[in-house]
């Protein structure tokens, strides 16, 4: 800004200089001082339309760090405010082992070995493939399961397929998802009176077994 105000003071010095000069009559004096006068007016002139335009360009190769947007990270976060990282076997995945996570897993390709979350979700989604025990708080499956589940809740969804041994506490069929094995109503301490444990305990000398079941076509 001094700059631009020191290039306008220039040119009215010059200017009066080159008046003075014309008037007591030394024109070639006049002359250098009126192009000084003109070549400071120049300058100025063509700072206020060069900086701006090279502002402009310059904000235009560096944009806004504001405007960037930040790299968005998945979390799931509980009502209590705790933060769960999710376990994911991603589609076209095939992995072969246990896993163990006291989180959410969900299961997008293919797992061969077995799940243990005793205190969360286990979610199959529809072209997952689970071959091998799952325990877990609640199990979701809109995939295919093949193996022994041992759960509180479990949910067999549209294209949820599962066969094997279920030992349950809650059971959701819906609408198209199958069940082929033996399943089993798991009492809680303080379900003592549970119908089918009472019948099968008061048969003295009969073995206790399994329930079996299938899922409706």
Known sequence: MGRKYLLINLTHIFWLFALLTWYFGKPSVACYSGFLAFASFAIYTSQGWIIPMFNKHKNRE???SASVPAAIIDENVTPNGQTLANTVI??????????VSSDPVYIHGTLNGTINAPDSVV????????EGNIICRELIIDGTVMGQCAV???????????????????????KGGQFS???????????????VGSIIDAQPGK???PLKAKAPE
């Open 152 to 174: 509180d809740s479990v949910e067999i969804c549209t294209n949820g397929k599962m066969t094997g041994t279920l030992a349950y506490q809650h059971l959701a069929v819906k």
């Open 207 to 209: 073995e206790k077994k």
């Open 62 to 64: 560096t944009p806004d």
């Open 181 to 195: 094995g033996q399943a089993e109503i798991i009492s809680t301490p303080q379900e003592n009176k549970n119908v």
């Open 90 to 99: 991603a589609s076209n995945v095939h992995f072969e082992g246990n896993i």
């Open 123 to 130: 979610k199959v989604m529809r072209d997952g493939t689970v």
